[in-house]
Each structure stands twice: as structure tokens, then as C-alpha cells.
């Protein structure tokens, strides 16, 4: 029996073919929109809260600078961005778990000189790249280095402490945050351009680091300006110099390494923000568009620059800038180390502090 000859005499062929076409475009729309939902989701990132992962313990300089500039990135991006501390082996235990988490943009580091410059000149089997395992996102601030020694070291100036160190070889205790850390690698410049050799004094994180040397447990360290201003205006521990062109504001008294007599000892310890390999482009551009408004938020500025820190430009801020910044960072360090071999020191201890207890992950919320 033909379709037009169906009881009734009507011809079914237009509604047959009417339904074949609105099934084609019901195909359609579920392909466009299976397609189309990566993007869509990219789009209206974030729809959750975002982690922050901060290598060395609450309280620290990265972990200070990290809560000023997340609470402010948490308001413009309207998601909690919630600060998580994992300490352990100079930082790099917090970057390999940021290396290692999905690509999607609600997992960043905040990394620094250590981290993604110094630590790879000190240790070649580093396992992880600085510069293939991680998107930048931007530079956030740089922190002042300054040389300190405990209050009764038998020397006034960077000077005497160079001469005492160089006549007693293994003698004198240098307290550091771990391999890769900021207070390890520019103390390691500073042993470069001297030639002393201390016995290394590891601790998990500058804060115990500082109360050690404030205590006269450890004899100096190299630490970043935020950590220490308390204690010298205190007078528990002496500052010889600070590794920078100009004198900071917030501390006037003290140096420059030029003016010490060490012009060589240029150390600031910048931070900035790293998200894992492969995260989106867009999604970058957000957390980098998000992270320069902070910086230029009044309030952020106030605080950052309270702790003695230098702000970055807005054209130092970039991924393209921050992607630059640390290629030259690992070129500057692996120059410094190799004139040095690190692996050949007088002697290294472990702190004996509670400090150093198995890590446990502490977390925060920045919004």
C-alpha cells in the first residue's frame, strides 16, 4: 500500500519528513551544546572557591604576601580563594603538588625565587620544570634580603662578620628555610662571593628560623625584609646589610651591601602567582587581570608596602613578563651556584625544633 493511499486518503509524506528534520536539528543542538560547554564553563570561571597552594608555613613572608593579595583577587573574582600551606624541602614539595592538579584553574601556587629560580640551579633533578610544568599568571612583589646575625655575634659591621667567618671555616651556624628556599639560596650567594663556610642549620619556614637566631641558637641568616623588621626594632637580632640599591623606608639605619662593602650581594626575593601546565588561556588572563586590579587597589598597596615590600609595574606583572623574569632568574642562579659547590659544605644539621614535625597541610580562607 502506497503512504497516499492510506485509509482516509491522506498523504503522510510531509509529516514524515517534517519529523526526520526536526530530529536532524535536535542532533544539532545536543552536538553544538556538548561542544560548546567547555567554553561556556571556561567563561563564567570561577564558579567555585580557588586554592592557593603557599610553600612555607602561615605567618612567613610568602604566605603574608599571598593573604593580602588573594583576600583582594577573592572580592574581584567573587569566589573564595582559600590559602593553603604545605611546607617541606625548601618549597618544592608545595610545587610538585600544584604541578600534579588539574589544569582548570582552581588550584595555583604561589611561587617564588626559590621555587622556580634557585631551586633548579641547586638541584638539577629537580622534579619538576619552572618553566615547562606551570602557566604564569604574574609577578606579585619583591621582598628586600638582608644579612642578620644574632645580637651577641662578635662582629659590628658586614665587614668584621666577613673577616670572622673567613678565619673560623665550620664554625659558625647559618640557619636556613631548606634547599631551594629564599634564606638558603641567598645565603648560598653570599658563601659564593666570600668564600666562608658555615654549618647549615635547616628549619621548615623563616619564622622559626628568625626565633632561633633571635634566641642565639644559630649565629646568622639571610632573610626577606617583611620577617624581620619586629626583631630589629627590638634590637634582638642585627641587621649588616640589605641587598638592595636604595635603603628601605622602613628601615633606614640599615646599609645598603654597596654601602657595607659587598656591591655584589644584589638579593630581593620576588613571589608570584603559577598555575599547572595546559590551564586554559582565558582562565589565565582572568587570574592575571584579577591579580593586577589587587595590586592596584589602594588598600593592597597599603599593606604590601607596610611590610617593606617593592610593587611591581603594571607591565612587570604579566605572564609574558613573569614568564621572562624566571628564565633570567635561572640563569643569574645557576651562575652563582656553579662558581660554588654546594654539595661539599663543612657540615649540615637539622634543626632540633618542633618546627621541624611531619608536615600537615593548614588552610585558611582568603575572602
Known amino acids: 500500500m502506497r503512504i497516499s493511499e492510506f485509509p482516509g486518503g491522506k498523504d503522510l509524506r510531509p509529516r514524515l519528513i517534517r519529523r526526520r528534520r526536526l530530529a536532524q536539528l535536535y542532533r544539532m543542538v545536543i552536538a553544538f551544546s556538548l561542544f560548546s560547554l567547555p567554553a561556556l564553563a571556561q567563561t563564567i570561571y570561577p564558579t567555585k572557591e580557588v586554592t592557593l597552594i603557599v610553600p612555607f608555613a602561615a605567618g612567613g613572608p610568602t604566605d603574608m604576601v599571598a593573604r593580602i593579595v588573594s583576600y583582594r583577587m577573592s572580592q574581584l573574582l567573587g569566589q573564595q580563594i582559600v590559602v593553603e600551606n604545605i611546607v617541606g624541602t625548601g618549597g618544592t614539595t608545595a610545587a610538585i603538588r600544584a604541578k600534579r592538579s588539574a589544569p582548570d584553574g582552581y588550584t595555583i601556587l604561589m611561587g617564588h625565587m626559590g621555587t622556580?629560580?634557585?631551586?633548579?640551579?641547586?638541584?638539577?633533578?629537580?622534579?619538576?620544570?619552572?618553566?615547562?610544568?606551570?602557566?604564569?599568571?604574574?609577578?606579585?612583589?619583591?621582598?628586600?634580603?638582608?644579612?642578620?646575625?644574632?645580637?651577641?655575634?662578635?662582629?659590628?659591621?658586614?665587614?668584621?662578620?666577613?673577616?670572622?667567618?673567613?678565619?673560623?671555616?665550620?664554625?659558625?651556624?647559618?640557619?636556613?628555610?631548606?634547599?631551594?628556599?629564599?634564606?638558603?639560596?641567598?645565603?648560598?650567594?653570599?658563601?659564593?662571593?666570600?668564600?666562608?663556610?658555615?654549618?647549615?642549620?635547616?628549619?621548615?619556614?623563616?619564622?622559626?628560623?628568625?626565633?632561633?637566631?633571635?634566641?642565639?641558637?644559630?649565629?646568622?641568616?639571610?632573610?626577606?625584609?617583611?620577617?624581620?623588621?619586629?626583631?630589629?626594632?627590638?634590637?634582638?637580632?642585627?641587621?649588616?646589610?640589605?641587598?638592595?640599591?636604595?635603603?628601605?623606608?622602613?628601615?633606614?639605619?640599615?646599609?645598603?651591601?654597596?654601602?657595607?662593602?659587598?656591591?655584589?650581594?644584589?638579593?630581593?626575593?620576588?613571589?608570584?602567582?603559577?598555575?599547572?601546565?595546559?590551564?586554559?588561556?582565558?582562565?589565565?588572563?582572568?587570574?592575571?587581570?584579577?591579580?593586577?586590579?589587587?595590586?592596584?587597589?589602594?588598600?593592597?598597596?597599603?599593606?604590601?608596602?607596610?611590610l617593606g615590600a617593592d610593587l611591581p609595574a603594571p607591565a612587570e606583572r604579566t605572564p609574558q613578563a613573569l614568564s621572562e623574569l624566571v628564565k633570567s632568574e635561572i640563569a643569574k642562579w645557576s651562575i652563582i651556584v656553579s662558581s660554588r659547590s654546594v654539595g661539599q659544605q663543612p657540615s649540615t644539621q637539622t634543626a632540633a625544633s618542633p618546627a621541624l614535625i611531619s608536615a600537615q597541610p593548614s588552610t585558611s580562607r582568603g575572602f
Open 116 to 306: 622556580h629560580a634557585a631551586a633548579l640551579a641547586l638541584n638539577p633533578k629537580l622534579p619538576y620544570s619552572p618553566t615547562e610544568d606551570f602557566e604564569p599568571i604574574g609577578l606579585t612583589a619583591s621582598m628586600p634580603v638582608l644579612i642578620l646575625a644574632r645580637k651577641g655575634f662578635p662582629a659590628a659591621t658586614l665587614a668584621e662578620f666577613i673577616e670572622y667567618a673567613q678565619h673560623n671555616p665550620g664554625k659558625i651556624t647559618m640557619a636556613h628555610a631548606g634547599v631551594g628556599s629564599v634564606s638558603f639560596a641567598t645565603c648560598e650567594m653570599l658563601s659564593s662571593l666570600t668564600g666562608i663556610q658555615p654549618v647549615l642549620v635547616a628549619f621548615q619556614g623563616t619564622g622559626p628560623a628568625i626565633n632561633a637566631l633571635a634566641k642565639g641558637h644559630v649565629d646568622y641568616l639571610c632573610d626577606q625584609i617583611v620577617n624581620v623588621v619586629p626583631q630589629l626594632q627590638s634590637g634582638t637580632v642585627r641587621a649588616f646589610a640589605i641587598g638592595t640599591p636604595r635603603r628601605s623606608p622602613a628601615l633606614p639605619d640599615v646599609p645598603t651591601s654597596e654601602e657595607a662593602g659587598l656591591p655584589d650581594f644584589r638579593a630581593s626575593a620576588w613571589n608570584a602567582l603559577f598555575a599547572p601546565k595546559r590551564t586554559p588561556p582565558d582562565i589565565i588572563e582572568k587570574l592575571s587581570s584579577a591579580l593586577s586590579q589587587a595590586l592596584d587597589d589602594d588598600n593592597t598597596r597599603k599593606q604590601l608596602l607596610a
